[in-house]
Each structure stands twice: as structure tokens, then as C-alpha cells.
């Protein structure tokens, strides 16, 4: 069976720029994984998700992010999705797909059955991009793999299908290969790499591209283990005063900078933001439509250009214990 390539996106939609609440998608992962990333507290077992998700609903953000490898994350946002206000505007959710083998014929029905299974969990009938959560070009390549997301179209139990990637050459094969709506790269203060090469240009049109890792898990807000877990952790740090420089030079807090840095980047169709947190969440808000001076804009650019090896979490081997 030939590989699937090169066709056109039936579901691919031109739409106008996003408005600055409209890029705010929360990612929910620490609803099921609550230690993930390097939070500043843990999270109180009284915490209520449902009230949490109708306050970040109140204040006008309605796309939300999760996968079945998030834990419990995708039933308790189901939960609150199930017992909302039916008049409301419709959420945007997107979710994840899994487990795949590459070569296996077997895989569309099992594409099937997870996509079924989340939603299931999410009182939905429909998800609005269904992403790979598996960033192998062996997966992303598979003609099983694009049948999979092909019958999950046709059966309309996804709107629009994606990859999350880590490596130019991936992001390259799955924008080539003309059968993904989404692609989700890391954009941050930390790592323009992915934007210079492929979103800048707006020349990968009709794709759609999602920033991820804008805190980079949390390291910006949260330093103190930083030189203890991570053995590039004195980089990072000079990395974070450099930054805070900037910052202060702007009358701003670094945490501000990220936001307004990262918002005023076109070409982004939306951001994953994840907090458990209303107040940090109404300041990401506020600070996102602010935009940002062009001379720190410039400055942040020249920084965040430079390749480096611990802009990925995968490349952050841990510190040894007394090292």
C-alpha cells in the first residue's frame, strides 16, 4: 500500500487572524498528571476541576487540549463538558492518538476505537483536530496511519487532523506529505528555531500551526530546581537573567515578557496555556494583547535563534544525585 501524499485538505479552512483570546487553548495534562513540569505547588487534593474549567470558560476562552495519555485528564474534562450549559458556545476540544505500530493494517481500527474511547470520555461526538501523539516519521508517514485519520474524517468524528513534532526533519515530512491540518511546534522566548523555518514565511499555507512549550514546562516561573534536576541547569539559569535584564529594562515581569513576546508572533493559530491557576490565567490573558516594543522584540529574536540543545525537555538528562 503506497503512502498517501501530496493530496488536498478537504478540511482545511481559511479563516481570518485569531483575536489574542481566541489563541489561548488550555492545556489540561496537569488535571490528570499533577506533577507534571516543574510546578511551583502541588496540586490540593480539594481542587475541583469542573469549577475551575466553568471560571475558565467565563472568561471567554473555550478550546481545550488533552490526550489519553494525560491520565484522568480527558474524563474530567468530559465531566464538566457533560453537565455545561447546553446553550453555550461550543467548546473546541482537540485530543490525541497513541500505541501505533508503522506497517500494521490493523491500525485504522484501532485509530478508530481510541478516537471513539476519547470521546466517549468527553461527552462529545466530535473532536475538532485529533493529533498523533507520536512524533516517529515512520507514524507520521504510514499509509495505514493517514488511512486511520482519512476514515476518522469521512465518519466526521474528527474536524481536523495533526502532528506534534520535535525535529525540522519531521515537521518537513509531515508539511510535505499534504495529509495533516495542525502541526504543534515549540514557540517561546526560549526557541524561535521551528518559527524562522516554517511559520514566519506564512508559506506552508493552508497549514496550521499550535505553540507549545511556552513557559518550557514551567522552568521560567519556577527556577529552584532547575541547577538540582537538570544538568544544563547553569545554562538555562544565565539563560533566565539574561531575559530578566530585558524584562526589568521593560518595567515588566519575565513571566510578562514570554506572554507578550510570544502573542505578538503571527502566524500562530493558538497557544497551549497550562494552569491550574484563575489569577496566573487572567494575568496570561491581559498580558497576551499587549504586544511588545520593537527594540526588546528584536533583542528576545536574536536570543531565541540560537540552537540549543535544552530548548527540548528530551534532551534534559537529570542531574545525579551530590553532582
Keep these: ?25 488550555l492545556g489540561t495534562v496537569k488535571l490528570g498528571v499533577p506533577g507534571y513540569g516543574f510546578s511551583a505547588a502541588p496540586v490540593p487534593p480539594e481542587f ?9 470558560e467565563a472568561l471567554g476562552i473555550r478550546r481545550f487540549d488533552t490526550s489519553p495519555r494525560y491520565g484522568a485528564s480527558e474524563a474530567r474534562l468530559g465531566a464538566y463538558l ?8 461550543a467548546p473546541w476540544v482537540s485530543s490525541k492518538i497513541d500505541g501505533l505500530t508503522a506497517g500494521n493494517p490493523e491500525t485504522p481500527r484501532a485509530m478508530l476505537a481510541s478516537v471513539q474511547a ?8 466530535r473532536l475538532d483536530v485529533c493529533y498523533l501523539h507520536q512524533n516517529d516519521t515512520e507514524i507520521i508517514l504510514d499509509p495505514w496511519v493517514q488511512e486511520g485519520m482519512q476514515v476518522l474524517k469521512e465518519r466526521d468524528l474528527i474536524g481536523q487532523s495533526g502532528v506534534s513534532l520535535y525535529s525540522f526533519e519531521e515537521c518537513e515530512q509531515a508539511i510535505d506529505c499534504g495529509r495533516y491540518d495542525f502541526v504543534q511546534v515549540p514557540v517561546s522566548v526560549f526557541d524561535l528555531s521551528f518559527y524562522h523555518r516554517f511559520i514566519a514565511s506564512g508559506s506552508h499555507a493552508p497549514v496550521r500551526f499550535t505553540g507549545r512549550s511556552l513557559l518550557l514546562q514551567g522552568i521560567l516561573a519556577n527556577r529552584e530546581r532547575i541547577a538540582r534536576e537538570i544538568r544544563q541547569g547553569e545554562e538555562i539559569l544565565a539563560y533566565l537573567q539574561a531575559l530578566d535584564r530585558i524584562a526589568s529594562e521593560g518595567q515588566m515581569t519575565t513571566l510578562e515578557l514570554a506572554f507578550r513576546f510570544a502573542f505578538s508572533l503571527p502566524g500562530i493559530d493558538h497557544f497551549l496555556v497550562g494552569t491550574l491557576a484563575i489569577p496566573h490565567l487572567k494575568a496570561n490573558m491581559a498580558w497576551a494583547g499587549l504586544g511588545i516594543p520593537p527594540g526588546m522584540r528584536a533583542e528576545i529574536i536574536e536570543m531565541a535563534s540560537r540552537k540549543r540543545a535544552w530548548t527540548n525537555p528530551r534532551n534534559w538528562p537529570v542531574r545525579c544525585q551530590g553532582a
Excluded at 475541583?48 to 475558565?56: G, I, M, N, R, Y
Excluded at 476519547?118 to 461526538?125: I, N, T
Design 1 to 25: 500500500m503506497k503512502a498517501i501524499c501530496a493530496l488536498p485538505r478537504k478540511n482545511a479552512v481559511t479563516t481570518e487572524p485569531p483575536s489574542a483570546i481566541d489563541r489561548f487553548c
Design 82 to 89: 457533560h453537565q455545561r450549559n447546553a446553550n453555550a458556545p
Design 118 to 125: 476519547s470521546l466517549a470520555k468527553l461527552h462529545l461526538a
Design 48 to 56: 475541583d476541576a469542573a469549577a475551575f474549567l466553568a471560571q475558565v
